[in-house]
Structure formats: structure tokens, C-alpha cells
């Protein structure tokens, strides 16, 4: 038989496939082939998971800062002001307010600072009204400077002159008395001011150092805060308008001739239940109050500020004040004596008499005054 030797190409054989009713395709590999909808949806989903990966761990370091920053991370301290305290401000009426911050008082240590000032050196000396009166001029301190420049010469006084009675020009009585008070309230301003600064600069640290907590630990034992809430330490150290301050002690004291303010250093009428005081002369015999006595005029001033940013009495007048310092305005004591009206017996006549000092005797003025620094100078002429 005789063998043909001929090659077939794939053509051929599929002619002759195709005679026979048969057809040939190329079977198309799917793994190979990535448009497919299967691949294109596998792509995506891992297109979105590599991407929210990226996006947690890029977001993650911002996210910790920003709690950290929030929060005043310590377990000894409940720092619920950042997050609390504009929210808690800001509802419809006080009695929410109230009912949130601000509500309890621990009095124990309240006086403890204003107690030191009793160790003080007894050689304290009363300088007369002439002596006073001459020391300003040498030093070039008068109210009509202080009005224009808004600085005031720290000439700290530790007792009122015992002639401010005998002082027939009303006029000249107030200003004396007015030069005495300010220099001592300013200080205790500043003082608080200070305080709140450094309060607001633990409150932006995520750890506090431990003299940082000690000082912490101190201020809420002064302050009578309970449960080391931050947000109440924050609406009750705070000022005083100069102003309201030195109403009220020209108000409590006849503008210094009383005998509670020559023989307590006793500025603003401040009751006591315990301890050493001034029993009032017209007051009845089984009656336990007595007027507080001070050392110096100092302690005074400082204790009434503590007395108005503490007492329960004084609650709205607090909310009031820090309703003022969230909307960043200016403490006015016409607004916020408004608020004194437990005080005195008198109520809302206290209120009026207090406004109308204010208004007669431009108090204003001295509201946003600066005490100049302490000089060896000046410490020579006291």
C-alpha cells in the first residue's frame, strides 16, 4: 500500500471537521482575562479595604491627640469641664445651671489662707490721715491719674486711718478711702487672675506633674469643691469688679468710719457664728452672730471674695459671672450686683443703694485698672 506523506495544518483539519458537521472553537482561559465583572468587583473590594486601612492608620494619631487634649486624663481629678461646662452654661434657665455645677460647699478649709494672716507681726502701725495722705503725693498716686492712665500705685495699707470719722469733707473722705481699698482689691484680683491661668493651662495638659495635683488638691479645699469637680473650681475662682468691691465696703462701712472697719479691719460686714468677732451694738442679747475681725484690711478683702465666689447666697451672682466670661464680655457690677440681693436683710434696696454708689462715685472707671508692680522705692516711703 502506498503511504501518502502529506502535513495537515489546523485549517485543513477544520475544513474537514466542518464536512462532517463539526465546529472548533478556542476555549477562552477567565483567570487571564481581568475585565470580566467577577475580577473588576474582586479589584474594588480590595481597592477599599487597602484604603480604609491607610485612612485608619493616617486618622488613628489624630484622633488620640485630640482626646487626649480634651480630657484631663488622671483618675484623681473628674474633669468633666471641657466637654460639660460651655454645654452646662448654655441651657434655658439658672435653675438648670445650678443643678449641674456649683451645688455643694465644703467649709472647712474655706478661711484657711485668710487665717495665716493672723501670724503676722502685732507691731502692725496705723499710720494717720495726714501720713496717708502724704505718702500718696510723694508717690504720685491720685484717683484723677488712675481714671486717665488705669494704674494704680501699689501702696498696700494694712489699717484704716482712726480719723476717717473726723474727715467733714465727704469728698476727700471718699477718696481716701477709695485710694486705701483699690491697691487691695486689685492685688486680690491678680492673685485669682494668676490662679485661673494656671488652672486653664493643667486643664490643657493630657497628665499633670505631681506639684500640679497638689496645687489642684489646695484650690479645691479653698473653694469648698467637692468631688474635685473642675467645672465648679472653674465658676468660683474667679474676680471681683473693683467697683461692686469697693460699693460694698464704703456701703458695710460708711465709707470707713464704722467701728467694725476701725476695730476689726472689717470691710464688708462679714458675719461669724464661731471664732473671734465684733458683737453688733444694737443687736439682741441672745443673739450668736458676731461681725469677723481681721488682722489687716487685706485678709478682709480676701475674705469676702472668697465668701461671694463660694457661699450658696451667691450662687446666681457666680452663674451670671460665668455666663458673662463664656460670652467673652466684660464683668459688669451693675449686672451682677443685681445678684446680691441676699446680702443684707434689705434685699433688693441693698441692690439699689450699691448701683447708686456706683453711678455717683464713677466706680466704673477703676474696673479695668492695673496695679503697677511693687518697687524697693516705694517700699522705702511705707
Known amino acids: 500500500m502506498k503511504m501518502i506523506n502529506k ?6 483539519i477544520k475544513k474537514y471537521l466542518q464536512k462532517k458537521g463539526l465546529t472548533i ?7 487571564d482575562n481581568f475585565t470580566t465583572p467577577k475580577n473588576l468587583d474582586s479589584i474594588l473590594r480590595t481597592i477599599l479595604c487597602s484604603s480604609a486601612i491607610i485612612l485608619f492608620f493616617f486618622t ?6 485630640f482626646v487626649n487634649e480634651s480630657n484631663l486624663i488622671t483618675k484623681e481629678f473628674n474633669n468633666n469641664s471641657k466637654n460639660n461646662f460651655k454645654k452646662t452654661l448654655t441651657k434655658k434657665t439658672e435653675n438648670e445651671v445650678l443643678s449641674r455645677i456649683d451645688e455643694s460647699l465644703n467649709e472647712k478649709y474655706l478661711f484657711e489662707d485668710v487665717f495665716k494672716f493672723d501670724d503676722l507681726p502685732t507691731d502692725t502701725v496705723r499710720l494717720s490721715a495726714a501720713t496717708i495722705e502724704q505718702l500718696f503725693k510723694d508717690t504720685n498716686y491720685s484717683l484723677r491719674d488712675v481714671r486717665k492712665t488705669k494704674l494704680v500705685k501699689p501702696v498696700s495699707l494694712s489699717l484704716l486711718p482712726a480719723e476717717m470719722k473726723m474727715i467733714e469733707n465727704t469728698k476727700k473722705r471718699k477718696e481716701l478711702f477709695i485710694q486705701i481699698i483699690l491697691p487691695l482689691v486689685l492685688e486680690e484680683n491678680n492673685n485669682i487672675r494668676s490662679d485661673r491661668k494656671k488652672l486653664f493651662k493643667i486643664l490643657n495638659k493630657s497628665n499633670n506633674t505631681v506639684l500640679e495635683k497638689r496645687w489642684l488638691g489646695r484650690k479645691f479645699k479653698l473653694y469648698g469643691v467637692n468631688n474635685k469637680d473642675l467645672s465648679t473650681l472653674k465658676i468660683r475662682m474667679d474676680e471681683i469688679p473693683a467697683s461692686m468691691a469697693i460699693a460694698q465696703a464704703a456701703k458695710e462701712t460708711g465709707w470707713g ?3 467694725f472697719a476701725l476695730e476689726g479691719n472689717a470691710l464688708f ?15 439682741e442679747d441672745d443673739s450668736t452672730h458676731k461681725v469677723m475681725r481681721f488682722k489687716v484690711l487685706q485678709a478682709s478683702v480676701k475674705a469676702y471674695h472668697r465668701n461671694l465666689n463660694t457661699h450658696s447666697s451667691y450662687r446666681n451672682f ?19 450686683s443685681e445678684h446680691l440681693d441676699k446680702y443684707a436683710e434689705t434685699g433688693k434696696e441693698y441692690v ?3 448701683q447708686q454708689i456706683i453711678k455717683q462715685n464713677q466706680l466704673t472707671d477703676f474696673d479695668d485698672a492695673k496695679l503697677l508692680p511693687s518697687s524697693i522705692e516705694l517700699e522705702s516711703l511705707i
Request: hydrophobic share 35%; net charge positive; charged share 35%.
Open 318 to 336: 457666680r452663674s451670671v459671672r460665668a455666663e458673662l466670661r463664656d460670652d467673652d464680655k466684660k464683668l459688669d457690677s451693675l449686672i451682677l
Open 7 to 12: 502535513r495537515f495544518t489546523l485549517i485543513d
Open 352 to 354: 439699689r443703694i450699691l
Open 60 to 65: 488613628m494619631p489624630i484622633i488620640v491627640q
Open 25 to 31: 472553537s478556542k476555549k477562552i482561559n477567565r483567570k
Open 269 to 283: 460686714g462679714q458675719w461669724t457664728w464661731s471664732g473671734e468677732g465684733i458683737k453688733p451694738a444694737g443687736a
Open 257 to 259: 468710719t464704722s467701728r
